[in-house]
Structure formats: C-alpha cells, structure tokens
C-alpha cells in the first residue's frame, strides 16, 4: 500500500495539476473572506446576522474559511474523481494493476494519498483565510485579541480538522463516482450534481433530511454544527458511517470490476 | 529451436475450426498435466471467456515455453486482447483454467512481480514526462525499495529501458507530445521495468517506422536470446514470422495452430505457377498435369501473385507438389508443344497461411474440373463462374 501511496504522488505534484488547484482554492478561500468581512453589519448566506463581535470571537479567525467549505467540497470531490476516474479514462489503471495486483492495496494507497492531498487543500484555505483575516478585521471594528489567545489557536485546529473532514465527505462521494462512472467528466458531474442541486433541493423540500442527507451531514461538520440544527456529534457519526459505506462500495467495485479498454 | 507443445499432436496441416479441434492436446494423466504448467511460461486448460451469449475466447487451450519468442496471431476480434487480459488478471474467465510460470491466474499477485506487459497500447498520464510515468509504475512496483540507494537505483533502472527503447535523450518530454511511435516505445519500456521473466506485448510495432519495427524486433530477439519468454500479438505476420519460432493462432477465441512456425510453415503445401505463353494451352496443360496424378488448379485470375513486372494477363496454372517437380513439369510441357512463359516455385509464407486459415481468403483458387466453359471453348475471363468473395484479387 505504502507503494501505491507515494506512487499516486508523482501525478499529484506535477506543476500545472498543483498549482492549478491550490490557485483555486486560494481563489475560494480570499473570496470567503472578503465577503465574510464585507458581511458585517448584514446577514450571510442562510440569513444569520454577520456581526463584528461575532467575528472577533476565537472562532472568527476560520469563519472566512468556512463560509466556503462548500466550495471546498467541491475541489476535494473534483481533485479525487479526475484522479481516480483518470486512471480509468487514459488506460492508466492497466499498468498500475499490472505493476500491483492487488487491488484493495492499490486502491487504499491512491486514497490515502488523495486524502493527505485534500488535507494540504484545505490547510492552503486555512492559512490563506487567517491570514488574510487579519488585514481585514481593522476595516470592519473586529478585534483580534481573541484569535491570538490560546483559545483562537484552538478554535484554528478545530476549524482546520472540521473542514478537512468536511472535505473529505465530499471526496468520498467523488471516490465512489469515480469508481462507478470510470470517466472524470461524468463522475465529477455527477458527483457535484448529486452533492449541490439534488441535496440542496429535497432538504429545502423536506427540512427533516438535512438531519440524514450525506452532503448535508458534512457541511453541518464543516462548519463545527453551525449551519443546522443536527448535534456535531450526531452529524460526524453519521457522516463517518455514510464515507465508510461510500469507500467500501468504491473498494469491491474496484476489486470485482474487470479492467478493459 | 523452441519444441512444439508435447501436451499436442504434432501439427501437419491446418485447417479452420475443423482441424483446430483434432489439435487440442489430448487430456493426458495429472502428472504430466502438472510437468506441462510448470514447464511453461503460460498454460491454460479451457480458458473461455463469455459476453452474454459470445464467447470471445473459446476452451483455448495454450502452452507458450519457457524461453521462447512466441508470436500470437489472429484476425480482429479473436480475442487476442481477452486472453491477454485474462493473463493479466484484469479480467476473469468464465470458465477454464490458466497457469502464468506456474501460478494460477486466479492469483495475479503470484507472478505478475515477474510479468512486463504492454496490452491496449501504451496507455500514460498525458501531463507527465515519459521519465516520470516510468518513475511512477517503478514505484508502484517497489524498484528501487530493497537494500541501499533505492531512489538512485530506480532513476537509473528507467534511463536505463529509456536507452534500451531509443528514448534516452527524450525521456523528460511530455507524454501527450510523444509520436505514436514514441509511446510504443515508451510502453516497451514500462514493460520492461521489472527485468520480467515474462514479456507480454500487444501490437509492439504499432506506429513504428521500418527502423524502429527493425530495432525493437532486434531487441526482442535479444530479449529471448537472454532467457526471457516473450508473448508478443501481432498484425504484421511477416515480423511474426521473422522473429518468432513460436507460433499461437486463434479466430473466433478458438485455437487454430500452436507450435513451431517452422512446422506450420512446413506442413503447408508448396505450389509451382506455371503460366502458359498462350492462354488457350492452359486448360490443356492443366488437364494434362492432372492426368499424370497431380493436383492441378487452374487460377482464372490475371496475375500472378507476388509476381515482379507488369501484369502479365495470363491464366495461371498452379500444380500442388514439391520444388523438385518444376524440371519435370516443364519437359512434360515443352514435350506437348506448349511454352511457358514462366514457371515459378511457391512455398506460402506466414500471411498466406494466416489468411488462409483464417478464412479471409478460402478459395480463390477453382479446380480444373470446375472450370465454366465459354462458348468459344477458350479460357474463361476472369470472375466468371465465381461468386463475389472468389472473384475478388489477392494472394492465394
């Protein structure tokens, strides 16, 4: 497996792939939070009250970050299905299953590495929004007292890890799409229709199902438990149980599938 | 020389499916079942692979040996590609058995360490070097991870079959900016990372020009010469029959011939053309030549195959028997007045056979006693009396 993982690596860090995606998600993390900090004095997106003293709390330094973890998501599921869906599409998977026969190994290492990439993703947002987060907190009267606290550095690792996991939910949906689908176009459709429009529309329908729906599960985890109002503990579970399912469906497809042209 | 299969009969002549059958190797006692897969490079016993309703390989029954260069062979769509796959383990028979150096392909994992294979093309992340796909299947297979200097060790393993292919001074370059040939090679050279005990390439020689179908059929001579078994699919017969002395023909997944080139080539029967200088004398040649006890055909087409010069226009009476029967034939000829333009010994080559056993040409050629009449009582022109599929050119 350790073969696989630092194999999947040599795809991963070539230039234009990498610095087209962490230019992305510099890109979402800077547009979070300016409009964050535009925000103040007004409501965001789900229509709660943006307020300089909500954001000069310890956990404001990462709400930058957070107000576009879905946006996040969507790098993290994009990123893993054009990689795994990839192998597929370009008859990669051909020499790789040749060079390493077994497949739960080779699958397990390109996942682990996909995940220790989304992990670098969101700590690039993490860092880009905190550190933009300070420059911008004197314009709209927001103190930055706490977020130098030991508490705000807290808050910081908490807001990372919840993000992360978050982000990984959604890698997960782009896995077993992947998988499923075997082309980087129709999984990664699919997987954004599936994670934005589909969710989006029956929760707003049908209020209950945030509370058991995957991607809403793991934007209640992105966000620490501030967007609905399911427990954190309940949603991590949960959203744990839902990616655990999605990797192993994504696995025996993966083992039992036979590989053609 | 590699020997033909000692689990089947020795081969004379070949025939589609009709023949295929009588040269399945006959079950024979466990024991030598069990000497037979482990002598081999590749075994299988019944490997079929079914799509719905269609069989893409059909109960083939393969033996490849240890050490030898040997070429398989067949039209599109017989399956070639399936059995390779399933020799891979990228896919799953549907029925059969199959041995790769002695490991069952249940369990891929067994040899593939052991195994280089190029199937499909080569097939490389586009946005990469042709170094950096090499480094990546190099890791993935752990070059380099055992003992000291394991980075430097892989480094140098990949510039290493970078040479070996001729893609020595273009190894940094994008994969999506390398020719058609230049991918060929480059999948040569993935292949060749692991120093396999078995090479399995599909279609090498795609996209090569002469020189570089001259240098990698060079190298896989080396290859062999060196111990390594190579499995190599091929469309150009003639590389084939250059550099393989070891033959597996199949169509329609059945299994046509498997064993020395050499005695396929030799169970092949040789023909001498001879050809008239008056088209009119060539049914009486022909009548005459059959008179004597041998098989005659008469060939109403206007050429001679694989004849040099311009078109002759002139029927062509082929007569089925050896080289040493020319002198005869043409005393026999100028004893009854006829002259012949030319006369022309034949023994088919590797894509004669191949397309004759193949049935992609199965009669071009009509009996003497077969022949339609035209009213003048001259030789008919050419088509007449054939159906579409015989009246067509081509090598016979």
């Given at each position: ?261 | ?151 430097s060790r892989r480094r140098r393993r990949v510039a290493e079959v970078l040479d070996q292919v001729g893609l020595g ?142 078109s002759t226009h002139q029927p062509v009476v082929t007569v089925h028997g050896p080289e040493g029967l020319a002198a ?48 003048d009582g001259s030789v008919a022109p050419a088509g007449v009396g054939l159906d579409p599929a015989h009246s067509r050119?081509?090598?016979?």
């Amino acid at each position: 497996m350790i073969n696989a993982f630092r194999a999947e690596w040599v795809p991963l860090l070539r230039r234009r792939f990498l610095l087209g995606t962490l230019g992305a998600v510099f890109a979402c993390s800077v547009l979070g939070t300016v409009l964050t900090f535009l925000s103040v004095g007004h409501t965001d997106f789900d229509g709660d009250p943006v307020t300089a003293a909500w954001l000069s709390e310890p956990g404001g330094l990462v709400q930058g970050a957070q107000a576009v973890s879905i946006l996040l998501g969507v790098v993290a599921l994009s990123v893993v299905a054009a990689a795994l869906a990839g192998d597929h599409g370009h008859g990669m998977l051909r020499n790789q299953l040749i060079a390493q026969p077994h497949r739960a190994r080779l699958l397990a290492g390109k996942l682990l590495a996909l995940a220790v990439f989304v992990g670098l993703v969101v700590a690039v947002a993490t860092v880009v929004s905190a550190a933009l987060a300070f420059p911008l907190a004197p314009v709209k009267g927001v103190s930055t007292a706490a977020w130098h606290s030991g508490a705000g550095l807290a808050a910081l690792g908490t807001g990372f890890v919840n993000l992360y996991l978050g982000s990984l939910g959604y890698a997960a949906v782009g896995a077993l799409a992947a998988i499923v689908l075997r082309g980087p176009a129709s999984a990664i459709a699919v997987g954004i229709a599936y994670a934005l429009p589909v969710e989006m529309l029956v929760s707003r329908i049908y209020h209950p199902a945030r509370a058991w729906l995957p991607m809403q599960l793991m934007q209640e985890i992105a966000t620490g438990g501030a967007a609905f109002a399911t427990p954190y503990a309940d949603a991590l579970l949960r959203g744990c149980l839902y990616a655990a399912v999605m990797v192993a469906v994504a696995l025996v497809y993966f083992r039992r599938r036979d590989v053609t042209s | 020389m590699i020997s033909a299969s000692p689990a089947g009969p020795a081969r004379s002549r070949v025939e589609p499916t009709r023949r295929a059958a009588a040269h399945r190797p006959t079950p024979g006692p466990r024991r030598v079942a069990g000497s037979a897969r482990s002598d081999a490079a590749i075994w299988t016993r019944g490997l079929t692979r079914s799509h719905g309703t269609r069989r893409a390989v059909d109960q083939l029954d393969l033996q490849v040996p240890r050490g030898a260069l040997s070429g398989f062979v067949g039209p599109n769509g017989a399956g070639k590609s399936t059995t390779l796959r399933m020799l891979l383990g990228l896919i799953r028979p549907s029925a059969g058995r199959g041995y790769v150096l002695g490991q069952p392909i249940s369990r891929p994992d067994r040899y593939l360490h052991q195994v280089g294979a190029m199937i499909e093309g080569p097939t490389f992340h586009p946005g990469l070097s042709g170094r950096r796909n090499l480094d990546q299947l190099a890791i993935l297979r752990g070059l380099g991870t055992h003992g000291g200097g394991g980075r430097s060790r892989r480094r140098r393993r990949v510039a290493e079959v970078l040479d070996q292919v001729g893609l020595g001074d273009r190894g940094d370059d994008r994969f999506s900016a390398y020719s058609l040939g230049m991918k060929q090679r480059l999948g040569i050279a993935a292949a060749l990372l692991p120093r396999p005990s078995l090479l399995i390439l599909d279609e090498p020689t795609n996209g090569l020009d002469p020189a570089g179908i001259r240098e990698i059929r060079t190298l896989l001579g080396q290859l062999a010469a060196n111990g390594m078994t190579v499995f190599v699919s091929s469309h150009l017969l003639t590389e084939v029959e250059q550099i393989c002395d070891h033959l597996v023909m199949i169509n329609n997944g059945r299994m046509l011939f498997q064993g020395h080139v050499t005695d396929l080539l030799a169970a092949e029967d040789p023909r001498i053309h001879l050809v008239p200088e008056h088209g009119d004398d060539a049914r009486r040649l022909a009548t005459m030549i059959n008179n004597v006890g041998l098989p005659v055909e008469l060939d109403l087409r206007l050429d001679i195959p694989d004849a040099a010069g311009p078109s002759t226009h002139q029927p062509v009476v082929t007569v089925h028997g050896p080289e040493g029967l020319a002198a005869d034939l043409n005393r026999m000829a100028m004893g009854a007045g006829i002259a012949l333009r030319s006369l022309r010994t034949h023994r088919p080559n590797l894509e004669e056979t191949f397309l004759r056993v193949t049935g992609e040409i199965d009669g071009d050629l009509v009996r003497a006693e077969a022949l339609p009449r035209v009213p003048d009582g001259s030789v008919a022109p050419a088509g007449v009396g054939l159906d579409p599929a015989h009246s067509r050119g081509g090598a016979t």
